[in-house]
C-alpha cells in the first residue's frame, strides 16, 4: 500500500558530501514524522534525523554541525544531506516514515529498503 523509495547513497571520500532522498508514495492520506535512521555492521539501527509535518527537527548529537533534514510536502520526500562525511558515518541508512493511509484511522510505521553509504578515509 505504501512504498518507501530512497537514492543518493553511494561511495565517498571523507569531508565529502552526499545526498539522500526519500519518496513515499501509495494510499496516502497525511504523514507525520518522516526520517532516516542508520545500522552499520554489529551495531543496532539508530536515528540519525527526523522531522516533523511541521518542520520541527531532531537530530543526532554526532552529526548535528553536518547534516541537515528537510522535506517536500508536496512530493511526500524527506531529504538528507550529509556534509563533511567521517568514515565513522559508514552504515545503511533507512528512511522511515510515520503515516496514516486513506480510510484508516491510525497512524503506522514504515521502513525503506535501505541505501549503502560509505565513506572512506
Known amino acids: 500500500q505504501v512504498q518507501l523509495v530512497e537514492s543518493g547513497g553511494g561511495l565517498v571520500q571523507a569531508g565529502g558530501s552526499l545526498r539522500l532522498s526519500c519518496a513515499a508514495s501509495?494510499?496516502?492520506?497525511?504523514?507525520?514524522?518522516m526520517g532516516w535512521y542508520r545500522q552499520a555492521p554489529g551495531k543496532q539501527r539508530e536515528l540519525v534525523a527526523a522531522?516533523?509535518?511541521?518542520?520541527?527537527?531532531n537530530l543526532a548529537d554526532s552529526v548535528k554541525g553536518r547534516f541537515a533534514v528537510s522535506r517536500d510536502n508536496t512530493k511526500n520526500t524527506v531529504y538528507l544531506q550529509m556534509n563533511s562525511l567521517k568514515p565513522e558515518d559508514t552504515a545503511v541508512y533507512f528512511c522511515?516514515?510515520?503515516?496514516?493511509?486513506?480510510?484508516?484511522?491510525?497512524?503506522?510505521?514504515?521502513w525503506g529498503q535501505g541505501t549503502q553509504v560509505t565513506v572512506s578515509s
Open positions: 501509495g494510499r496516502i492520506f497525511s504523514i507525520n514524522t
Open positions: 522511515n516514515t510515520v503515516l496514516r493511509l486513506t480510510g484508516w484511522t491510525s497512524e503506522t510505521n514504515y
Open positions: 522531522i516533523t509535518s511541521g518542520g520541527s527537527t
